[in-house]
Every structure is written in structure tokens, then in C-alpha cells.
């Protein structure tokens, strides 16, 4: 039987806990802290220790995709239609999906807002949100 210091083999441990094991476990113990230690080293030597964007905007260019003109256009429509779609529902069907879904705010914060049950706040959104399906 072997001692060992549980905290040397688990982070969680922050104080030292001696127990003792078999020669087996102790050494299947140390061989995983030795497989993680060299695991360790070999994604240092042949992970490369630099970034691309060396304060000349090279990887941020790289990620960036730049719309078409075509692609502003339909985008532009989109949101024109969207925006005719909202303004065709009632104004509180209208302002209560706009503060739920455009702003992100809860639906009980928007039930507490104008005074009513929550349910009543999620049904407007629902019939809204159908209305809008069936204009847009």
C-alpha cells in the first residue's frame, strides 16, 4: 500500500488528503499526471505562439465578409417590409413585440409595464407575430 496526496492529482483539492492505495493505482495515478504533463508540452512546441493580426487589421480583414451591393439592396427591402409589417399591427401588438423581440425585454417586465397578465402579453405577441407572417 502506498500513500498519496489526493490534491497533487486533483484540482479540486485545496487542502492535502493522504490516503492510501495500491501500487496499481498510485502508479496509474502518476502515469496520468505524466500522459497530461507531456500533452501539455506537446501543444506548446507545435501550436504556433503568435496571432495574424499584428496591429495591422489582418485576421479581423480575414473574418470580415464584405455584403455585395446586391446583398445591401435585398437586405434593405427586407427590412422595409419587416418595418411595413410591424407598423400594420395595433400599436400595442406592435409595441409589445418591438420591446420583446427587437430590445429583449422580458415578458414579465412588459406585463408589469402596462399593467396586465402575463399571458395576455404573450398571446398579443403570438396573434402579432401571425399577422405580421400573414402581410409579410
Excluded at 26 to 47: D, I, N
Excluded at 61 to 69: I, K
Aim: proline content about 2%; aromatic content about 10%; overall charge negative.
Amino acid at each position: 500500500m502506498t500513500t498519496i496526496n489526493l490534491k497533487d492529482f486533483y484540482y479540486w483539492y485545496t487542502q492535502d488528503q493522504f490516503i492510501e492505495v495500491t501500487e496499481e493505482v498510485a502508479e496509474a495515478l502518476r502515469a496520468s499526471v505524466r500522459y497530461e504533463a507531456a500533452y501539455q508540452r506537446r501543444l506548446t512546441r507545435h501550436k504556433a505562439q503568435y496571432s495574424l493580426d499584428c496591429e495591422d487589421g489582418i485576421e479581423y480583414s480575414a473574418c470580415l465578409h464584405e455584403p455585395t451591393p446586391q446583398e445591401l439592396l435585398e437586405r434593405m427591402e427586407l427590412f422595409v417590409r419587416l418595418w411595413n409589417a410591424l407598423n400594420s399591427l395595433p400599436e400595442i401588438q406592435g409595441c409589445r413585440i418591438d420591446a420583446h423581440i427587437i430590445l429583449g425585454i422580458s415578458i414579465k417586465e412588459i406585463a408589469e409595464a402596462d399593467g396586465v397578465h402575463e399571458e395576455s402579453v404573450r398571446q398579443s405577441i403570438k396573434r402579432g407575430l401571425e399577422r405580421m407572417k400573414k402581410t409579410f
